[in-house]
């Protein structure tokens, strides 16, 4: 192991490759917040002991702290114990998780929803149920890396095309002598922020007699006017139902999401035709052979989504924090640019990895956290500081990112 590993962790340093865990902890206890200090709630954390102003988490929404959903996980320790103690298919499966498929469902206009409790899991498990050997899977070169691994598992034929290609997809579509043919791609890609036309994907597929999955981790609760995410946002299917121009067209839809970025706790769903639901659940070895999540998750969830529908400011309000950062950014004449991006995920773009880093290092001597993110997540040559923005941060938040840049831009 020494002989194997020390040079290959000696290369990788050198290569500034390494990365580090740091412990992360709310600056004040969520219970324990005053009314003086609320704008540190989900914003504010002890990193290594250090606070800081965090721009890292994927909690889009500021519902990992929410009153609400700290209630709910309160009342179904009391009600369920906190252990699953074994898969859904044996006796994981409870009143709470059925409740939150059902809301799931509704939610984005589907017949069915399947809860998995990590959407790494969904991902590999739904890609290998879905299709196999003599089938073809079409992957956006940017898809996120539990999409490719569900891929490879599925034995399927990979086909990578060019990110956001439809002209290459609809060739290589063309193509394709595969029995099956599945479409896959992120909705909202999570290094760059951009989000994909799933209309026009959509249409491809029907002429192409292929299926289309999506996987919107960075949409839901995001974007559409319920938090539906990125379905309801292009006017496919939301809260009310399927548009009526697709009404009947959306069956060859796999919609996937992720519940632990802006629904706060954790897990995933697909949703989609009920039978293309069932033989997932009947066949995706990650729902088999793993122990369920907890019910207090389920009811966590549940209480997430119930603040989704209710406080849309919380959507509104993101949008301003996005315009101020912008507007800030652009101001303040730094030599690096945001990425185009309506979602939460603003990405600024330094170049290096050794900049990045020493950009990194600048905010985190003002206060600041913000994440780079280096190859190979990202291409060579791209390195980037992730800015993600939450509900729960304030405009004069946003002011004091800003000038902590303008700052580093200058030493
Ligand atoms: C985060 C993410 C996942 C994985 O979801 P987890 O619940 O964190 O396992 C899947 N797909 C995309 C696009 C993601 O960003």
């Known amino acids: 192991m020494k002989d194997s590993f020390e040079p290959e962790l000696a290369q990788w340093q050198a290569a500034q490759r390494m990365r580090v865990r740091r412990q992360v902890a709310p600056a004040v206890a969520p219970a324990e917040l005053g009314p003086d200090d609320e704008a540190l709630r989900g914003t504010t954390y002890l990193i290594d002991g250090q606070q800081r102003l965090s721009f890292g988490s994927n909690d889009y929404l500021g519902l990992s702290q929410h009153p609400a959903l700290m209630a709910a996980a309160h009342a179904a320790i009391d009600r369920y114990g906190v252990g699953a103690t074994a898969s859904p298919l044996v006796c994981g499966h409870s009143p709470a998780h059925e ?147 697709w009404q009947g067209r959306v069956d060859r839809l796999i919609h996937m999401a992720t519940l632990g970025k802006a629904a706060g706790v954790a897990g995933a769903f697909i949703a989609g035709h009920p039978a293309m639901v069932e033989w997932v659940m009947q066949k995706a070895r990650t729902y088999m052979f793993a122990t369920a999540a907890p019910a207090v998750v389920a009811e966590s969830l549940r209480a997430a989504l119930r603040v989704m529908q209710d406080e849309p400011q919380r959507r509104a309000h993101l949008q301003t924090l996005r315009q101020r950062l912008r507007e800030g950014v652009e101001a303040a004449r730094l030599p690096w640019t945001l990425m185009p991006s309506e979602t939460a995920i603003q990405p600024l773009v330094i170049g290096s990895n050794a900049d990045a880093m020493q950009v990194m290092a600048a905010l985190d001597a003002q206060g600041v956290w913000v994440p780079a993110i280096r190859p190979p997540t990202v291409p060579e040559g791209t390195a980037r500081l992730r800015i993600s923005l939450s509900a729960a941060h304030t405009l004069g938040q946003i002011d004091r990112l800003v000038a902590a840049l303008a700052q580093a831009a200058a030493g």
């Open 99 to 245: 409740a939150l498929e059902a809301e799931l469902a509704a939610l984005v206009g589907l017949p069915r929803a399947l809860y998995f409790y990590a959407g790494y899991a969904a991902n590999v498990g739904a890609i290998p149920a879905l299709v196999g050997r003599g089938d073809a899977v079409f992957s956006d070169a940017l898809n996120h890396a539990c999409l490719i691994d569900g891929i490879r598992l599925s034995r399927a034929e990979l086909n990578v095309y060019p990110h956001g290609d439809l002209a290459a997809l609809a060739q290589a579509l063309q193509a394709s002598k595969a029995q099956r043919k599945l479409v896959v791609t992120d909705a909202v890609f999570s290094m760059d922020g951009n989000v994909v036309d799933v209309p026009a994907l959509l249409a491809l597929c029907e002429r192409h007699d292929a299926w289309l999955m999506v996987d919107d981790a960075h949409g839901f609760g995001v974007l559409g006017a319920q938090g539906e995410g990125t379905l309801s946002h292009q006017g496919i299917a939301g809260r009310a139902g399927v548009a009526p121009a």
